[in-house]
């Protein structure tokens, strides 16, 4: 066998190795543990090998389907064969091939992968492997039946009788049977004539026995001679072999062997010809026991056929099936089609009873019972009708009540048009049929697909039907509502209101209280409106008990009723009918001026549940002041900055609200950028008083706090004010000197001093003060801060500078005229833009744009009073390959400005060098 087919077996089926039939129960243990759940498999197996008959063959396959993995159970006893089969069928089969028994398709599979070129069907009597096969290999044609009763459409070229033929009569038997032995152990001459039905004259016989024991080569080859198959061979050796013979154009009596198989079970005495009449007078007079004892139990032909109507009518019905096989007349076929159904073998009646439909009556009775067995609802309704049978009126309900019930769980489910399309079929059958509950469902379905037309019929059978839901209907399929709860308005209600008022004569309807009590609001007849708004919303549910409760606290406003109870209303109608975020929030604000102020906290987080966006854009301030009395500054002031961070060019309002909130955190990172936007709006605004005002008050508020002085240090250095300058800077080196003990800070904040009053000797006191903690700091282990000279401390740390150009963005003139000289003095070309330049905008930013293909740097002042052209400066710096350089830390002033720059100078080295290159 090719390499091919054991790759496909162990990849397919997970078929790895063969597996002896004496080791099934031991390899079924190794995969279903329990032996509660291998008791069904273990009895059906054991019932399999005992000769149960087609029953027990469909049991045992049913039951080994359901273990994991278990048709590789199968393939595995088979393996040997299977290999057999695959490496000799395939040369020799021809036209159209039929494989009997195909379980699950292994063979035929793969025997189509080799023979493409032929055309390739599989019949199984077992539906889960049929189910399984035509699943697993759509290019093969699968029919489901036993072969020895299933009608062919068309007899075939090849027929494959490979490892089936014994199943179903099974036994002790021994290994090699005499083909007398065979021939009466298994059938044969019977069961083959029937299999002959499926081959063509001059088509191809393939037998193989299979694993099975009760082997007889011999006597299949003899009993096919014997029937007149010509070319009877045998391919193979011993145990795997097979018989191939051609069918004749008519098969043959085999003669005296039959005669030999007959003498096995004792011969019936034949049925007289007045006995089958008098049968007949007995079943029409309903003598059906009387009929019974006229018809001997092993009857054929006719007598079979009587027997079995008088089984059928005494509902005796395994024992009419069996007399009706043995009938052999197209009228017992019909009768144990109906056999099938009283036995609950719906799928296997349902070809010959869709075949004998046209005649009408009872077959259409029980097809339909076929059709409702097999969950097919609607076929069934139909059937039943179009019978035109009184019987089947219990069987018209039955389909009914389950189309409602399927109704009823797609109407669960949100599958409306499902709905509606089940109760156009059965208003087309027969309007007639419609029951109450599924005008009701498809009155619903109706309405929420807009198909008014449909809607209003609906409502007209119900309200015809003295029902409360048809007056309704008519109602909102008069005003081409969905629900009640889509009547916002009130619009058109007083056309419908006689609707609404015989709804509510019958009974407390929801929808028809709520719209009448929409009405009465809009009429003014607020009392009949409270009451009727009431009604609805304890009784309603969803939308619109929502909607209800919305009117009622609508209507309760307008007469007067407390505020707390209105949002009480207002709260309960939002948990049924979500409100949009700034009417929560006026209801927040309103719940708050009441003093409810639990609620306003309840209503606010529902705010925050749905989405600030649409409050902010209407009343932000209103918001943020709800929040701050609600949840504190700190909720409130992160309102406002998200707000700013998302608004461009902030207003002073906004900036004035967000620093007033900052001031209970003044350390955080959030509160310090926004008390500089701040600053520097006042600033850019020209409300220097203003920005001087605040400074002080921060400083009666925390007067050792830096940068506070260092603020109010260069807001005098902008003014001009030096000597108010230097007092700022002289406080902020005490703070940072003897409070927080910084020396580094404090060196740079005395050098910013010497800048200012080069020429004050009281300076030298700090001077040394330092270079004394220093030396101390030292002795104790600590990093040394070195103090040079008062000379040179003004250019400590910065380079000797050789005409490179350097671009300069924010700062205050002030800065700018004292720096310059400087700068210059050490060598650098310097072009500064500082904030208080009058240029405007566009035009600073054009020339600033202009001078940086041609700058070494860029440094920008980071300070409140930074040019607000910094940021478009800088990225288009960084897009021409401009190095970049904001000023940080706490020091700012020139000293700070000069450290910065002692830092930047390499990079301004390395992009001359570039330059010049």
């Known amino acids: 066998m090719p390499e091919a087919f054991r790759q496909y077996l162990r990849e397919t089926f997970g078929v790895s190795a063969p597996l002896s039939p004496g080791r099934f129960e031991s390899e079924l243990a190794k995969r279903v543990g329990s032996p509660a759940r291998r008791a069904p498999l273990l009895k059906a197996w054991k019932r399999y090998l005992g000769g149960g008959g087609l029953e027990g063959v469909r049991s045992f396959y049913q039951e080994v389907l359901k273990v994991p993995k278990g048709e590789a159970l199968v393939y595995a006893m088979h393996l040997p064969y299977l290999e057999f089969y695959a490496q000799e069928v395939p040369p020799r089969v021809e036209g159209r091939v039929l494989e009997v028994g195909a379980f699950t398709g292994a063979l035929v599979g793969y025997l189509q992968r080799e023979r493409p070129d032929l055309f390739w069907h599989a019949l199984e009597g077992v539906e889960e492997a049929w189910a399984l096969g035509r699943r697993r290999f759509p290019q093969v044609a699968w029919h489901l039946g036993w072969a020895e009763e299933w009608e062919a459409p068309e007899a075939f070229d090849t027929l494959l009788l490979l490892s089936v033929f014994p199943e179903g009569y099974l036994g002790d038997w021994e290994g090699h049977l005499e083909p007398e032995a065979f021939w009466r152990a298994f059938r044969f001459f019977p069961r083959m004539e029937a299999l002959a039905r499926l081959l063509k004259p001059g088509g191809l016989l ?437 707000a700013i961070a998302r608004t461009p060019g902030a207003g002073l309002e906004l900036l004035g609200l967000a620093y007033r909130l900052s001031r209970a955190f003044p350390e955080t990172e959030e509160a310090e950028r926004v008390r500089g936007e701040y600053l520097a709006f006042l600033y850019r605004e020209g409300r220097v008083l203003e920005a001087e005002a605040l400074l002080l008050e921060e400083l009666k508020t925390r007067p050792q706090a830096l940068d506070t002085l260092f603020d109010l240090a260069e807001h005098h250095e902008r003014k001009g004010d030096w000597k108010e300058a230097a007092e700022f800077w002289q406080k902020a080196l005490e703070v940072a000197l003897y409070r927080e003990k910084d020396l580094g800070l404090a060196k740079e904040i005395l050098r910013n001093l010497i800048f200012l009053r080069p020429h004050d000797e009281s300076l030298l006191l700090y001077l040394e003060e330092l270079r004394a903690a220093s030396q101390k700091a030292a002795l104790l282990g600590e990093e040394a801060v070195p103090i040079p000279q008062k000379e040179e401390l003004l250019e400590e740390g910065l380079p000797r500078f050789h005409g490179e150009y350097l671009l300069v963005v924010g700062g205050h003139t002030q800065l700018r005229s004292r720096l310059l000289p400087f700068l210059e003095a050490q060598g650098l070309r310097v072009d500064w833009f500082d904030s208080d330049q009058q240029a405007s905008g566009r035009e600073a930013l054009r020339r600033i744009q202009s001078r940086l293909e041609k700058a070494h740097g860029l440094m920008i002042v980071s300070s409140y009073v930074g040019h607000d052209l910094s940021e478009p400066v800088r990225a288009e710096a960084e897009r021409l390959g401009v190095p970049v350089y904001v000023i940080p830390g706490r020091a700012r002033g020139m000293t700070g400005f000069l450290r910065a720059l002692a830092e930047f100078a390499p990079q301004v080295f390395k992009r001359a060098l570039k330059g010049v290159q």
């Open 206 to 642: 393939v037998y193989g026995h299979g694993p099975f024991l009760g082997k007889s080569l011999e006597g299949v080859e003899e009993g096919l001679r014997l029937l007149g198959f010509t070319g009877v061979e045998r391919v193979g050796d011993g145990d795997y072999a097979l018989v191939l013979a051609r069918r004749p154009e008519a098969l043959r009596a085999p003669g005296e062997v039959r005669t030999e198989e007959a003498e096995a079970p004792p011969q019936e005495e034949p049925v007289l010809a007045g006995g089958l009449e008098a049968a007949r007078e007995a079943l029409e007079a309903g003598a059906y026991q009387e009929a019974l004892a006229l018809l001997p139990e092993g009857a054929e032909g006719e007598a079979a056929y009587l027997r079995g109507r008088a089984l059928f009518a005494l509902g005796r019905y395994l024992e009419a099936e069996e007399a009706l096989r043995r009938a052999g007349r197209e009228e017992a076929e019909a009768l144990r089609a109906w056999v099938w159904v009283e036995l609950g073998e719906y799928q296997k009646a349902l070809p010959r009873l869709e075949a004998q439909a046209y005649r009408g009556g009872r077959h259409r009775l029980y097809l339909g019972r076929a059709y409702l067995g097999l969950g097919r609802y609607a076929d069934a309704l139909r059937q039943f009708v179009e019978s035109g049978l009184e019987e089947a009126g219990i069987h018209v309900r039955a389909s009914l009540e389950r189309i409602q019930e399927r109704m009823e769980r797609f109407a669960r489910e949100g599958e409306w048009a499902e709905v509606s399309r089940r109760a156009e079929f059965v208003e087309d059958l027969d309007p007639g049929l419609l029951t109450k509950g599924m005008l009701r469902l498809g009155l619903r379905a109706a309405l929420l697909q807009g198909l008014w037309a449909r809607s209003w019929r609906y409502a007209r059978r119900l309200a015809d039907l003295d029902e409360a839901e048809g007056f309704l209907g008519l109602a909102l399929s008069a005003l081409h509502l969905r629900s009640a709860a889509e009547a916002t308005g009130g619009e058109g209600l007083k056309e419908v209101e006689p609707y609404l008022t015989e709804a509510l004569a019958r009974a407390e309807l929801p929808e028809a209280l709520l719209l009448l009590g929409i009405l009465r609001e809009k009429e003014g007849r607020l009392l009949e409106a409270l009451a009727l708004l009431e009604r609805a919303a304890r009784r309603g549910e969803g939308e619109v008990a929502g909607l209800a409760y919305h009117h009622l606290a609508r209507v309760k406003r307008a007469l007067g009723h407390p505020p707390l109870e209105v949002l009480g209303d207002y709260k309960r109608a939002h948990a049924h009918r979500a409100y949009p975020p700034y009417f929560l929030y006026q209801m927040a604000r309103e719940a708050l001026e009441a003093g409810a102020e639990v609620l306003a906290r309840e209503l606010l987080s529902r705010v925050k549940d749905a989405g600030l966006k649409e409050v902010e854009e209407k009343d932000l301030l209103g918001l943020v002041g709800l929040v701050e009395r609600l949840e504190g500054p700190w909720e409130a002031f992160r309102l406002v900055f998200e």
